[in-house]
């Protein structure tokens, strides 16, 4: 066991300069059973270029390392924050579950998914595909997305990563929403 937990943390360390990096100290990682690698409390921090651009959380991980197409599982969830700058969180996504295929970086999301944006746009749908190498989310599930105007609800969705960007496949309801001092009041 002290010989994978070496070997681990001597891949972390040779890719200190690489665009992913993993926080974790050496008591949170734990050998469940061969091939698998558990660790708790995981912190990644995705950079580009010295900028932070995503920090992404989990209680539980499960690295699959074995075989033709690893992959990490979060069974007790995950959250992801996306950055601009080094600071300022422009979204954030959120789920009881998830599953990354490490070759093809897709992401299975699912169990109260919720993306959440800084200029307060929800998104939540019970499952959702999240494809890093194209930079967007998508999904075929039904979905609620709530603007500070409007709610609409529907069948399928696509949206940037960052969701400055989206779209409700098939809109199945749709409600105008108008601010008033004391609360929210529907059109």
Not at 80 to 102: H, P, R, W
Not at 114 to 124: A, E, P, Q, V
Not at 163 to 177: A, D, H, P, W
Request: proline residues 3%.
């Amino acid at each position: 066991m002290k010989k994978s937990i070496v070997i681990f943390f001597s891949i972390i360390f040779s890719f200190n300069n690489c665009s992913e990096k993993i926080a974790v100290n050496k008591e949170k990682l734990l050998i469940d059973k061969p091939g698998v690698e558990l660790i708790k409390d995981l912190r990644v921090i995705y950079s580009t270029q010295g900028n932070v651009r995503a920090i992404l959380q989990s209680p539980k991980a499960l690295n699959f390392i074995e075989g033709n197409d690893p992959y990490q599982e979060f069974p007790k969830g995950f959250s992801v924050q996306f950055l601009e700058g080094s600071d300022s969180v422009i979204c954030t996504l959120k789920a009881k579950y998830a599953l990354k295929k490490n070759k093809t970086k897709l992401t299975e999301i699912r169990d109260g998914v919720l993306l959440k944006s800084n200029d307060g746009k929800t998104m939540t749908t019970e499952q959702l595909f999240w494809d890093e190498n194209k930079h967007v989310y998508y999904g075929e599930k039904p979905v609620q997305v709530v603007t500070p105007d409007e709610v609409i609800n529907g069948i399928g969705f696509q949206s940037r990563e960052d969701f400055t960007q989206y779209k409700v496949l098939q809109v199945t309801g749709y409600k105008l929403v108008q601010s008033s001092g004391d609360g929210i009041d529907l059109k």
